[in-house]
């Protein structure tokens, strides 16, 4: 199994989570690729908050970007984006909006995704940007993985059915082990079911049926 972990940090909240849902889908024997997108904020906004400044002098420069060879060669795909009004950050939709080609090739059909997120506050948009990402694999006839309420370890994080949603408060405080183990179950809960979908000699399958 190929996973891709492709998200968007501005202040280092997503990187962790990436991480996390990383972690767990290596767990179930996963090849992952920790992946980011371009940042696109001006310098003056990124030095106005320290915490941004840090992660983007510190910690972005020692995670890829993601490219669409990486997209092409992942059977499923992690994405992280932290809210915007209720939304995915501009980052990651313009590296999203960039894929039209590979749409159109129909690289996504049928490949597992799942998706988590970040905000200030508990009724700060974590669930509408999970489904306004979803709205995107409808699209790409891809299929959508939640962790939904099949293990005791998401309550830990919220109880978020769509995807692992964590509320840094203000000031922002970093995801506990709690929320950690949610976002790695969410991963791990990926990778499984990757496995189960994913055809590994597709020569083996006749007429649509898998042969011994």
Not at 37 to 44: C, Q
Request: glycine share 10%.
């Amino acid at each position: 199994m190929n996973i891709a972990v492709i998200y968007y940090s501005a202040s280092g909240t997503m990187h962790q989570l990436a991480t996390a849902v990383a972690d767990g889908a290596r767990s179930e024997g996963a090849d992952v690729r920790l992946l980011r997108v371009a940042e696109l904020a001006p310098e003056e906004a990124i030095d106005r908050n320290p915490a941004w400044r840090r992660y983007v002098d510190e910690v972005a420069p020692l995670v890829p970007l993601a490219t669409k060879d990486d997209l092409r060669w992942a059977d499923a795909y992690a994405f992280g984006t932290p809210t915007r009004f209720g939304t995915p950050s501009a980052q990651l939709l313009e590296f999203i909006d960039a894929q039209g080609r590979l749409w159109q090739e129909g690289v996504f059909h049928d490949k597992p995704v799942t998706s988590f997120t970040s905000a200030i506050n508990a009724h700060g948009g974590l669930e509408s940007t999970i489904l306004a990402m979803n709205n995107i694999f409808y699209h790409w006839g891809s299929l959508i993985i939640g962790p939904g309420y099949t293990d005791p370890v998401v309550y830990g994080a919220g109880g978020n059915p769509y995807g692992t949603g964590f509320a840094t408060g203000m000031p922002a405080q970093a995801p506990g082990p709690a929320v950690l183990a949610a976002a790695s179950y969410q991963g791990a809960r990926l990778a499984r079911i990757t496995a189960r979908t994913a055809l590994t000699d597709p020569s083996r399958v006749l007429a649509g049926v898998t042969t011994s």
